[in-house]
Each structure stands twice: as structure tokens, then as C-alpha cells.
């Protein structure tokens, strides 16, 4: 039989272990969702890429993307204000423009750096897009994984292994 003791331990070992293999699992890449209004198909290297459409969006793998030129999420809200007083709503999800791409001069040839420009703010904003057909655009941008869901709640990595490294010291606790 175990001893309180050991099972302690064993069950201390167990969390840093889930710890470890959830934050490892973490890429450096960022993932946002993707959708459209309309279904958007393009091609690259060879394969054929499909935004699926926003009007039926669900927060499945389907509509998760790798963003490795963004370190943020976009979500954007556009509003049609109607003259009967109605309001027609599209939602789009991607990753933040921030790519700039320069030509570098180097080793006697021109060459594409891709730098990520930090030029957007976390929070929304709201901008008047046509004042005659009274229309709204919200865009809402985020930082972490999969932050432009239409609900998010999120923890920072380094914030979440100090919440769980606290509660499991907290379990020992003599």
C-alpha cells in the first residue's frame, strides 16, 4: 500500500507532467480561425485551399489556420444598416495583416525579408465604412490561440502554468 506520501508525490509528478506536455504541444506559430462571407478557393504549391464560409462557422479544426506572419487574430464585423430599420450582419475570421515584405540587398543579389509589424491594438474599433449606405465595420483584434472565436476566453501560457503550479503547490501545502 502507498503512503500519503507517496501518492503526493506520484500525483504532484502526474500535473507536472500534463503541464509540460500541454505547453510543449504550444507552437510558435500562431492559430487563428478562418472564414468568409463568401467561399474564397485559392491555390498554393500545388494544392487547392477553401475558406469555409463564417454563416456556418463552428470552432472545429475545419476552420483553424496557421498564421506565421501574424501575431494576432482578427475578427471583423461588418454592419448594413437597412432602410426599414433592419440591420444585416457579416462576421469574417483570419490573422492580422502585420506581414511587410522588403527587397534586402545581399550577397550580391536582391532578395524578400518578411518582417511582422506590430500596427494594431488589442480591442475593437469601430469605423463608419459609408456614411451615405450606413454601413459598420467592427475589427476586433486579439492575441493567443484561437482568440477571434465567437467566444473566447484566454489565458496567457506563462500566466496559466502559474495558475496550475500554485494550485498544485497549494495541494502539498503542510
Known amino acids: 500500500?502507498?503512503?500519503?506520501?507517496?501518492?503526493?508525490?506520484?500525483?504532484?509528478?502526474?500535473?507536472?507532467?500534463?503541464?509540460?506536455?500541454?505547453?510543449?504541444?504550444?507552437?510558435?506559430?500562431?492559430?487563428?480561425?478562418k472564414c468568409s462571407v463568401t467561399v474564397e478557393k485559392y491555390f498554393i504549391d500545388n494544392a487547392t485551399i477553401i475558406t469555409p464560409l463564417c454563416s456556418k462557422f463552428t470552432e472545429s479544426p475545419h476552420y483553424m489556420v496557421q498564421c506565421p506572419y501574424s501575431t494576432m487574430c482578427l475578427k471583423t464585423i461588418s454592419i448594413l444598416?437597412?432602410?426599414?430599420?433592419?440591420?444585416?450582419?457579416?462576421?469574417?475570421?483570419?490573422?492580422?495583416?502585420?506581414?511587410?515584405?522588403?527587397?534586402?540587398?545581399?550577397?550580391?543579389?536582391?532578395?524578400?525579408?518578411?518582417?511582422?509589424?506590430?500596427?494594431?491594438?488589442?480591442?475593437?474599433?469601430?469605423?463608419?465604412?459609408?456614411?451615405?449606405?450606413?454601413?459598420?465595420?467592427?475589427?476586433?483584434y486579439c492575441r493567443g490561440e484561437l482568440c477571434n472565436s465567437s467566444s473566447f476566453f484566454s489565458l496567457n501560457k506563462a500566466v496559466l502554468s502559474v495558475i496550475i503550479f500554485i494550485n498544485v503547490i497549494s495541494l502539498f501545502d503542510v
Open 81 to 140: 444598416h437597412l432602410q426599414n430599420g433592419q440591420k444585416q450582419e457579416t462576421v469574417t475570421r483570419g490573422c492580422a495583416q502585420q506581414k511587410n515584405t522588403t527587397q534586402v540587398f545581399r550577397n550580391k543579389q536582391w532578395e524578400q525579408e518578411h518582417l511582422v509589424q506590430e500596427v494594431y491594438k488589442e480591442g475593437c474599433t469601430e469605423i463608419q465604412a459609408n456614411n451615405l449606405a450606413g454601413s459598420t465595420n467592427i475589427h476586433c
Open 1 to 33: 500500500m502507498m503512503s500519503k506520501c507517496d501518492c503526493a508525490s506520484l500525483f504532484q509528478g502526474f500535473i507536472l507532467f500534463a503541464v509540460a506536455t500541454i505547453l510543449g504541444k504550444c507552437s510558435d506559430v500562431l492559430q487563428c480561425y
